[in-house]
């Protein structure tokens, strides 16, 4: 027991120095551990910061380049707006010219609508003038142009308002024009009377006998008969006279004419 207890106590002496030494390297070796952790970190952490560094250069320079693009696309941006704008200006002078040009057109075509309405009008109311018109006199109807009207009618005013030296030359003047026309016949009564108030008596004759050649069945016939008795008679030719009053009570027996020319054929003898 006693050796037993003495090896025991040898082997406690032999394992306490070992045990305090380990116990002694055991803080050392954690130490040392611990520190090569920390420069390991550390590095880590310089090459994290110094990518990151190197990450943000980077984006920096992205984002400046991408700026220096930005602003090269603001300056194109820019240029193209004032030169939009410009063309803009001159697209209104050109719009305000073209405006100006429209007033200007509007107010041509207007004065040539109605220079247009007024010529039509114009035009048509000398058609209107052109145009012959139905004519009723003496019994009868016959077409007559405007002028032809006027004519007549511009003579037998100047008869009608006793100027005869006016009248006898309109009336012939009508005759010559219109030789044919549907008032010559009455043109021919009324020159004659004109003529006899003139006391042209021999014009006045010649008239009468072309009036009832030219229209023996024309009511003013018998009237147109006596009238040339009546120029014989003024000229002092007496036979002449009773044979014309004789004529017209044998063509016209039961005209007022015929009941005067009884009378004035009595005065002849």
């Known amino acids: 027991m006693a050796a037993l207890h003495g090896s025991r106590a040898a082997g406690w002496r032999v394992a306490v120095p070992l045990l305090l030494g380990l116990l002694t390297l055991r803080p050392a070796a954690a130490a040392l551990f611990e520190d090569d952790e920390a420069r390991r970190a550390i590095l880590d952490l310089r090459a ?6 190197e990450q943000q250069r980077a984006r920096m320079a992205e984002l400046t380049q991408a700026n220096a693009r930005l602003l090269d696309q603001v300056a194109v941006l820019q240029r193209s ?4 704008n410009g063309q803009l200006e001159s697209l209104r002078g050109e719009l305000a010219g073209l405006r100006g ?5 509007q107010r041509e075509v207007a004065d040539l609508q109605k220079r247009q ?11 209107r ?3 012959p018109v139905r004519v009723s006199l003496d019994g009868q109807e016959f077409n007559a142009e405007p002028d032809e009207r006027k004519g007549y009618e511009e003579a037998l005013a100047l008869l009608r308002g006793g100027d005869f030296d ?6 012939a003047a009508f005759l010559r024009r219109y030789p044919s026309s549907g008032y010559a016949n009455a043109a021919r009564f009324w020159l004659g009377n004109a003529q006899y108030a003139r006391r042209d008596y021999k014009e006045a004759i010649a008239s009468f006998r072309a009036f009832v050649t030219a229209a023996p069945e024309h009511p003013r016939a018998p009237e147109a008969l006596l009238a040339l008795a009546n120029s014989q008679a003024e000229m002092k030719d007496t036979k002449a006279a009773r044979r014309t009053i004789e004529e017209l009570l044998k063509a016209y027996p039961k005209s007022e004419a015929a009941q005067a020319g009884k009378d004035r054929l009595a005065a002849l003898r």
């Open 81 to 84: 707006l004032l030169d939009l």
């Open 166 to 171: 006016k009248a006898a030359p309109a009336l």
């Open 129 to 131: 003038r052109l145009e």
């Open 48 to 53: 994290r910061v110094t990518q990151n560094d």
């Open 117 to 127: 309405r007024d010529l039509g009008q114009a035009v048509d109311e000398r058609m």
């Open 101 to 105: 040009q429209n007033e200007v057109m």
